[in-house]
C-alpha cells in the first residue's frame, strides 16, 4: 500500500465489531424490559382472579413473581448475576404453572377465562434461553407452552377445549422458538468474530512487533555507521592534538546517542476491547490440569493498548502457571480464581488468587524467573506493576494493574 493511500486508511473510523458480550447485553436487557411490561399489563387479570385461588395464593404467586421480574430488570441492567436471575424466573414459572390447578378451589370462576400465567409464558421461555445451554432452552420453549396448552384445555384453565387450548400453546410455541432461534444464531455471529478478531489482533500484534523491531534496526544500523564506526575513524586516523580532542568530542555524543537510542522504546499505540483479554483468558485457565474460576466485570467500554493487553495475558498465566505448579498442598484441594476488572475507560486490574501453601516473596531465589522477569518486570516495561501477597500456609495473591497505579482506584 502507498503512504498516501495508508495515511487516508488511518482516518477512516473503524465500526466496532458486534462481539458476545454485546448481545448478552442487549439479549437480556430486551428481556428485563418487556419481562416488566408484560407482567405489567397482567396486573389487572391476577387481581381478578386471585379470588379463584387458596386464599393467599394469588397473592403469594403475584410476590414472587413480579419480584422475579423485577430482579431480573435490575439484574440486566446492573449486569449482575444475569444468568441465575433469569434461570430463577424460569423456574419460579414452572412451578407456577404446575401449581395452577391445585391452587384453584373455584374452577368456576375461570369459566371463559385466560389464566394470567400465559401471558408470561413468552417472558419464561425468553430467560430460559438467556440462562440455559441452546438443547436446554428448546427442550423448556416446547415443554412448559405444551404444559400450558394441557392446564388450558380443563377446568383449571377455562376449560377452553382441545382447539383453542392447541392454539394457545402453539403461538406460545412459536414465539418462544424464533426468539431462541434469533438469539442462538446472533450469539453464534457474534463468537465468529470474536475467534476473527482474536486471530487478527494477534496476526496484527506479531506483524506490529516486527515492523518496529525492523525501525529499531534500521535506526540502530543508521546511528552504529553515523556516529559509532564515524568515530573509530576519525580517532584512528587523529595525529595531532586538535584531531585527537575531536575523535573525542565525536565519542562523547557517539555515547550520548547511544544512550538515547535505549531509552526509545518501540510500542504499539493501537487499543482494543478488555473483552478481548477476558476471552485470553478464560481459554488459557480451560487449558490447566487443574479447575481455575475466571470472573470479570466492569469490562465493556474498557480500551487498552495492544501492548497492554500482550503484557497482562503474559504475566497472567505465568502467575496461574506458578500456582499450578507451586501451590497444592497435600491432602487438600486448592482452590484457585482469576478476577479481570475493568477501572474506568483505559485502565485494567487483574486478581490470580489461590489459597495453597505460599511462599515468602523475599526468599524466592533470584535464579527462578517466572516471578521477577516474566510478571514483575514485563508489566513494568509495559507501564504497568505487579504486587505480589504471600505468605507461607496463607496463599498467594497476584496482583496486575495498567496503568501503573490503577489497583488503588479498582474496586
Not at 80 to 106: K, S
Request: hydrophobic residues 50%; glycine residues 8%; negative net charge.
Amino acid at each position: 500500500m502507498a503512504a498516501a493511500d495508508w495515511r487516508a486508511a488511518k482516518l477512516v473510523p473503524r465500526r466496532a465489531a458486534v462481539s458476545r458480550a454485546q448481545v448478552e447485553t442487549v439479549s437480556s436487557r430486551a428481556l428485563g424490559v418487556f419481562g416488566v411490561v408484560f407482567g405489567a399489563q397482567t396486573v389487572p387479570s391476577a387481581i381478578a382472579q386471585a379470588p379463584a385461588l387458596v386464599e393467599g395464593a394469588g397473592t403469594a404467586m403475584m410476590a414472587v413473581l413480579y419480584g422475579a421480574l423485577a430482579a431480573l430488570a435490575v439484574a440486566t441492567f446492573a449486569r449482575v448475576a444475569v444468568r441465575a436471575t433469569a434461570a430463577t424466573f424460569a423456574a419460579l414459572y414452572v412451578v407456577a404453572l404446575l401449581a395452577w390447578p391445585y391452587l384453584l378451589v373455584d374452577p368456576a370462576r375461570m369459566s371463559g377465562e385466560t389464566p394470567w400465567l400465559y401471558y408470561l409464558c413468552t417472558v419464561a421461555t425468553t430467560a430460559a434461553v438467556i440462562a440455559l445451554p441452546p438443547l436446554s432452552a428448546a427442550a423448556y420453549t416446547v415443554a412448559v407452552p405444551a404444559a400450558y396448552g394441557v392446564i388450558r384445555g380443563t377446568p383449571a384453565g377455562g376449560d377452553a377445549g382441545v382447539f383453542l387450548a392447541v392454539l394457545d400453546a402453539m403461538y406460545a410455541m412459536i414465539l418462544g422458538i424464533v426468539v431462541l432461534v434469533i438469539i442462538t444464531m446472533l450469539r453464534q455471529a457474534a463468537e465468529s468474530v470474536d475467534s476473527a478478531q482474536d486471530a487478527a489482533l494477534q496476526r496484527y500484534d506479531m506483524v506490529a512487533r516486527q515492523h518496529a523491531n525492523e525501525i529499531e534496526r534500521v535506526k540502530v544500523d543508521a546511528l552504529v555507521h553515523d556516529s559509532v564506526l564515524t568515530t573509530l575513524l576519525s580517532a584512528a586516523a587523529a595525529r595531532t592534538p586538535a584531531e585527537r580532542a575531536l575523535a573525542a568530542r565525536m565519542a562523547g555524543d557517539a555515547v550520548h546517542r547511544l544512550d538515547e537510542a535505549a531509552t526509545e522504546l518501540p510500542g504499539n499505540e493501537d487499543r482494543v476491547g478488555l473483552e478481548v483479554l477476558v476471552r485470553r483468558l478464560h481459554a488459557a485457565a480451560a487449558g490447566f490440569s487443574a479447575p481455575i474460576d475466571v470472573r470479570s466485570g466492569d469490562v465493556a467500554g474498557v480500551d487498552l493498548p495492544v501492548d497492554a493487553v500482550d503484557a497482562l495475558s503474559s504475566a497472567a498465566v505465568q502467575a496461574m502457571v506458578n500456582s499450578v505448579q507451586h501451590a497444592d498442598a497435600p491432602g487438600r484441594e486448592i482452590r484457585r480464581s482469576i478476577d479481570i476488572r475493568g477501572v474506568g475507560s483505559g485502565g485494567c486490574v487483574i486478581r490470580v488468587v489461590d489459597d495453597g501453601e505460599g511462599f515468602d516473596p523475599d526468599l524466592v531465589p533470584k535464579s527462578r524467573i517466572g516471578l521477577r522477569v516474566s510478571i514483575s518486570e514485563r508489566m513494568a516495561n509495559a507501564g504497568g506493576s505487579a504486587g505480589v501477597e504471600s505468605a507461607p500456609g496463607s496463599g498467594t495473591t497476584i496482583t496486575l494493574a495498567w496503568p501503573a497505579g490503577v489497583e488503588g482506584s479498582a474496586p
